[in-house]
T-cell receptor
Framework: QKEVEQNSGPLSVPEGAIASLNCTYS??????FFWYRQYSGKSPELIMFIYSNGDKEDGRFTAQLNKASQYVSLLIRDSQPSDSATYLC????????FGQGTTLQVKP | GAGVSQSPSNKVTEKGKDVELRCDPISGHTALYWYRQSLGQGLEFLIY????????KSGLPSDRFSAERTGGSVSTLTIQRTQQEDSAVYLC??????????????FGPGTRLTVL
């Protein structure tokens, strides 16, 4: 079992819809979690981080953390074609442990 | 610029040659990290520095890989006797300080290494 698991996708959603990206992790002691976005041929860019159970909102993005169930999710509201990218979930242990990433396709 | 910079952006080398990859972290960031991303693979941790020390080298794949950091700033990742399986994008990241918590890492643009 990988330490951080993501469905590789692709996840395809129509423009304007909500995209839901999920991530599970195996180390119950993990404290903080990051979502990065990576466009093809580019380096990862930070979207947001979360460390408390519940929801954290930033613009069109909402991160959700459930430590009891060991999953983290990222919701993107009003998805735009420019959101089409690979979304990487990472567990922070000083170093980042990344999932394989989920490819999101937003179709106009 | 204010971001992490890496050089070269692309490097093509022949099998068996040595290569050096450079990373300039964000000014004031004490922690520096190297990752590798191979085609179809996820991001793989290699090594991290706090200041000039490397508390965690656990991700270096073999003794052909080494890294150093000087002056608490610039870092160099050296790959000796390169092999074709070393072909990947090498990413550097920096953060304000090390450890867990909300220590956000910011990535540079990467160096794409191709070993022929």
């Amino acid at each position: 079992q990988k330490e951080v698991e993501q469905n590789s996708g692709p996840l395809s959603v129509p423009e304007g819809a909500i995209a839901s990206l999920n991530c599970t992790y195996s180390d119950r002691g993990s404290q903080s979690f990051f979502w990065y976005r990576q466009y093809s041929g580019k380096s990862p860019e930070l979207i947001m981080f979360i460390y408390s159970n519940g929801d954290k909102e930033d613009g069109r993005f909402t991160a959700q953390l459930n430590k009891a169930s060991q999953y983290v999710s990222l919701l993107i509201r009003d998805s735009q074609p420019s959101d089409s990218a690979t979304y990487l979930c990472a567990v922070n242990r000083g170093k980042l442990i990344f999932g394989q990433g989920t490819t999101l396709q937003v179709k106009p | 610029g204010a971001g992490v910079s890496q050089s070269p952006s692309n490097k093509v080398t022949e099998k068996g040659k040595d290569v050096e990859l450079r990373c300039d972290p964000i000014s004031g960031h004490t922690a520096l990290y190297w990752y590798r991303q191979s085609l179809g693979q996820g991001l793989e941790f290699l090594i991290y520095f706090q200041g000039n020390s490397a508390p965690d080298k656990s991700g270096l794949p073999s003794d052909r890989f080494s890294a150093e950091r000087t002056g608490g700033s610039v870092s160099t990742l050296t790959i000796q006797r390169t092999q074709q399986e070393d072909s990947a994008v090498y990413l550097c990241a920096s953060s304000l300080r090390d450890g867990g918590g909300m220590n956000t890492q910011y990535f540079g643009p990467g160096t794409r290494l191709t070993v022929l």
